[in-house]
């Protein structure tokens, strides 16, 4: 089969070579050097440029190579008319999961504090209560707002979920939709975001949501930048509204030197590193995916772009 591999990592050469060794039988084309367009059946890519897909008249998929999919959608308004899948990598969620984990014992184990404590040298010890009456709320149940949830779950947090549509098979209460999300953000201390980047959820995290947390609430964004309004999270951490922030990702990255975001003693930035691809797990994903195209099984993860995700 013959596949076009594009990125914008500095990686795509190891991407490569772990494929021929999974599948050696493939045959990738790093863009732009693609040979003939009319031969491609696969694309697997990330960012890609806008004329990426001219001439391949005999595309049958677009692999992501990454879990949203909201950058391509939004680049390629009118993409050919071939499955669009995700890349869903259990071990990616699992180190997406991990990142959450952190930022939830940072805020609930005070670490943020004793951090600020550390500049100061100073001793003093803070009381915090049980895991269990630390109300986490993940907005978001795919593949790694599932994971997060076991993986909180099982060190005793109270974990809620919000999501768009009821989810019976979940570990955990599901709020559901607009009716749900107040009873949800009542009894969240420690919000995640790991929603798609959709119209609907753009901007989410603001001041009607922040003002329906309980007082001194934390938010932990791993989702998009989009959907965060920074002005708002900064106001909310002047009045006290919020006590704290973990972000990962923003809506210009990298982030600029210049966003006070960098130096608020209340924020935690990470480069978007919550869940950096690793391209050996991703491309056994990727291969079995490439192998169910070759056999016309189902194909897994595929994304509505209508609906965005
Ligand atoms: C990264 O943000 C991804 O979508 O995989």
Redesign the pocket.
């Known amino acids: 089969m013959k596949v076009v591999l594009q990125t914008t990592w500095n990686t795509t050469a190891a991407w490569r070579a772990e494929l021929l060794r999974q599948a050696p039988d493939l045959d990738v084309r790093v863009w732009p050097e693609i040979g003939d367009p009319a031969e491609i059946e696969a694309v697997l890519c990330w960012q890609p440029p806008p004329d990426l897909f001219a001439g391949m008249r005999n595309l049958r998929l677009i692999q992501v190579?990454?879990?949203?999919v909201d950058g391509l959608l939004r680049s390629h308004p009118r993409l050919p008319p071939v499955p669009v899948a995700?890349?869903v990598d259990p071990v990616?969620s699992q180190r997406m999961a991990e990142y959450c984990l952190y930022a939830t014992l940072r805020f609930h184990r005070q670490f943020d504090v004793y951090e600020r404590q550390l500049a100061q040298a100073r001793w003093e010890r803070h009381q915090h209560p049980d895991p269990g009456e630390v109300g986490v709320g993940v907005m978001g149940l795919g593949a790694i707002g599932s994971a997060t949830v076991r993986l909180l779950r099982q060190l005793g947090y109270n974990v809620a979920a919000w999501a768009r549509s009821p989810h019976p098979e979940a570990e955990v209460p599901v709020f559901v939709g607009e009716e749900g999300l107040p009873a949800f953000l009542a009894r969240t201390r420690i919000l995640v975001c790991l929603l798609p980047l959709t119209p609907d959820t753009a901007s989410i995290l603001d001041r009607r949501l922040f003002e329906q947390l309980p007082r001194g609430s934390y938010i932990v964004n791993v989702a998009?930048g989009e959907h965060l309004v920074v002005p708002h999270l900064l106001a909310a951490l002047e009045t006290g509204r919020l006590e704290g922030a973990m972000l990962d990702?923003f809506a210009h990255e990298p982030l600029p030197k210049s966003s006070p975001l960098w130096r608020h003693p209340k924020v935690f930035v990470t480069p978007?590193a919550a869940?950096i691809?690793n391209p050996r797990t991703a491309t056994a994903v990727i291969v079995e995916q490439l192998r169910r195209l070759e056999r016309g099984e189902p194909l897994l993860h595929l994304v509505d772009p209508a609906r965005g995700y």
């Open positions: 190579l990454g879990a949203g995700r890349l990616m998009r990702v978007h869940g691809t």
